[in-house]
């Protein structure tokens, strides 16, 4: 049993309210949440399920929470985002995956440019094809791209490791590919298993960064 939070009509502030105080005891169904931009933030536990679309900077500095959208999400998807999850069943924006520490993200569909940009520790799941300039600057974490990537992937790759079932347009400055090992197959396996992705884990390429210091000589 969930508890049914209708948001049309409402403004952010009032719908987030009202959300805080339902999560203290089952999961929330949030109904008619496209116009929000900035729902779910700074939680540190609970449950959320958005019906349909979501606004852009959904779970921004989420803290602990399971977000999951059943539509698209838009711009900024998890932005800051230290632990818990984020699942989209559709595709997301510009920018899904900025700046997270930690936690999970998954997108079953495909995801538009920056995504995972300056990713600091999570793992980012895209089902589908991503933009350009996904995972630049990534400092940590794992960028697991399921279809196709755009120019310039992994631009000033620092720390951090991408794997990418399709093909590229063009790598960015400071990659270099890696053999895959049987863990890298085995954890890619069990991140596909977990969220219902169709894909052969030993058919990825590995990308990791050429030096770590990029911009040094």
């Not at 049914?4 to 089952?26: F, G, I």
């Not at 094809?129 to 992994?154: H, K, Q, S, W």
């Not at 390429?205 to 030096?211: E, M, Y």
Request: proline content about 2%.
């Amino acid at each position: 049993m969930a508890f049914v939070l209708d948001a049309s009509d409402q403004e952010l502030k009032t719908v987030s309210r009202q959300l805080r105080e339902m999560l203290n005891e089952q999961p929330v169904v949030v109904k008619n949440a496209a116009h929000l931009h900035g729902l779910a933030a700074g939680l540190k536990h609970g449950e959320v399920i958005i019906e349909g679309c979501s606004g852009d900077y959904l779970g921004v500095l989420n803290d602990g929470a399971t977000i999951t959208v059943k539509g698209d999400a838009g711009k900024y998807l998890a932005d800051n985002m230290t632990r818990g999850k984020v699942l989209v069943e559709g595709e997301a924006d510009y920018g899904a995956g900025q700046y997270c520490y930690g936690g999970t993200v998954v997108i079953k569909g495909s995801a538009g440019d920056f995504t995972a940009t300056m990713n600091k520790g999570a793992t980012i799941i895209v089902g589908g094809d991503v933009g350009c300039e996904a995972g630049t600057y990534m400092l940590a974490g794992e960028l697991i791209i399921v279809g196709n990537a755009g120019a310039n992937l992994g631009n000033y790759l620092i720390r951090g490791s991408i794997y990418v079932g399709g093909e590229w347009a063009s790598l960015g400055h400071n990659t270099r590919l890696e053999p895959l090992s049987e863990e890298d197959v085995q954890r890619l396996k069990s991140y596909f298993a977990e969220y219902g992705i169709q894909a052969d884990p030993r058919r990825f390429r590995k990308l990791i960064p050429l030096s770590t210091k990029p911009f040094y000589k």
